[in-house]
């Protein structure tokens, strides 16, 4: 077993070490400056920002401590968005006229990569969406995008399928009134029409400053779905399943309650919601008992030892975010924005959690790794670990329904 291990890292070793190849006796060279807009304050979800931070600085050590991309260490340039898309919109402006960044990574919510990607579009610099999920960035067709995370399809397809595998009738979809939410709404109820077009299905659009979503909630305790699909991010997430909770409609014997927006790895999340998140199945773009490359295992070791917590979905896609930047540089032997393009969109590089490559389709498939890895794990026990919870359905294989726990009202 301990052969097995040294192999299995000697692996890694040589796989950044290909990407690196530092020059030996080299002179110090200039930084490679790498453009990075996330979320540092509110009313942005500040933990995702901090998970991206988390990521692009744990991909940026194990860059830099095997030499950096031809000799030249990583510099990350960072920029707050708070999540607002004129922002962001500025924030990639400086990052390309001012910083004279290479290529732009980090952003982790759809209405500010959507802002900031016109920008990246009129200079023509790479973009490296980490977690923006709207198709709507894919759509618009710019060739100096690149989305190796999730996409609203992919989650659409997914819920949909778990829908049809949990043999519900009436499903009730609350989303956020954001480009992320309104936008994975569509996607789902597109999805059930192909699939399960029996199904009843409706979505309620939600202020995500607000405080109070009894309104929206209350009509649902006189006539609950079978189904609640949450799309909407914290804080107005965490008060939305505790209203849900506390009128009785979900998770409850009746409703089942689906979170598309995977909060459950957010190291907030149960201090927020308690008994509320209790029963609750997850839409996971990671758990510990997935299949994971090599590379995925040394990050994730690297960010428990950084932060003391469990790795988590946006640390896996913003590493994966650096490396494909590193590597396309180290591919184009330049960091010259029309090589840098060229080389992304022929990308075939092993990350953290499979071989991404780029499609070349139009809509939502272009310049979308289609193949991220899912899965489905619910939520047994109040303060219980993702890694203890239980999976119940693998990456690419159907939901077993019975092995999901329901509460007993």
């Known amino acids: 077993m301990a052969g097995l291990l040294r192999r299995d890292m000697l692996g890694v070793a040589l796989t950044v070490a290909a990407i690196m190849l530092p020059v030996a006796g080299a002179q110090a060279a200039d930084p490679i400056k790498v453009g990075v807009t996330i979320t540092q304050s509110p009313p942005g979800s500040v933990v995702q920002g901090t998970q991206v931070k988390d990521g692009l600085e744990v991909a940026a050590k194990i ?26 919109r500025a924030a990639v402006e400086k990052l390309a006229t001012r910083d004279k960044v290479v290529a ?36 618009k067709g710019y060739p100096e995008v690149f989305n190796p995370g999730n996409y609203n399809s992919r989650v659409g397809a997914a819920a949909a399928a778990t829908m049809k595998e949990l043999g519900v009738k009436r499903v009730v979809s609350i989303a956020e009134n954001t480009d992320y939410g309104i936008g994975l709404a569509k996607a789902i109820g597109e999805a059930l029409k192909k699939i399960a077009p029996d199904v009843q299905y409706k979505y309620e659009t939600l202020d995500r400053a607000s405080k109070d979503f009894l309104p929206a909630i209350l009509p649902m305790r006189a006539n609950a779905p079978d189904a609640i699909i949450n799309l909407m991010l914290p804080p107005a997430a965490y008060i939305m399943m505790n209203q849900l909770y506390e009128q009785g409609v979900a998770p409850s014997a009746k409703t089942w309650l689906y979170d598309g927006s995977g909060l459950a790895d957010y190291p907030d999340f149960w201090q927020n ?20 490359p090599a590379l995925g295992k040394q990050v994730g070791e690297a960010y428990t030892a950084k932060t003391k917590n469990e790795p988590n979905r946006l640390l896996f896609q913003a590493a994966d ?26 990308t075939k590089y092993t990350g953290t959690r499979g071989e991404i490559t780029f499609s070349k389709d139009k809509g939502y498939a272009f310049n979308q790794w289609l193949d991220v890895p899912y899965v489905t794990f619910q939520l047994t026990e109040v303060n219980q670990k993702v890694g203890d919870s239980a999976l119940v359905s693998q990456a690419g294989q159907p939901l077993d329904p019975a092995k999901l726990w329901k509460p007993a009202k």
């Open 273 to 292: 919601v308690k008994e509320a998140g209790k029963g609750m199945l997850v839409f996971g773009l990671y758990h510990p008992k997935m299949a994971q």
């Open 63 to 88: 860059i830099n401590d095997a030499g950096g991309v031809d000799g030249r260490k990583i510099e990350l340039v960072i920029e707050d968005t708070q999540g607002l898309p004129e922002k962001a």
């Open 321 to 346: 975010s650096l490396f494909l930047i590193a590597d396309a540089i180290k591919r184009a032997k330049s960091t010259d924005s029309g090589a840098l393009i060229k080389a992304l969109g022929e």
């Open 104 to 139: 732009i990574t980090g952003e982790h919510q759809s209405s500010a990569a959507l802002a900031g990607i016109e920008v990246a579009h009129r200079y023509k610099i790479p973009y490296i969406n980490t977690n923006g999920w709207s198709d709507v960035i894919r759509e």
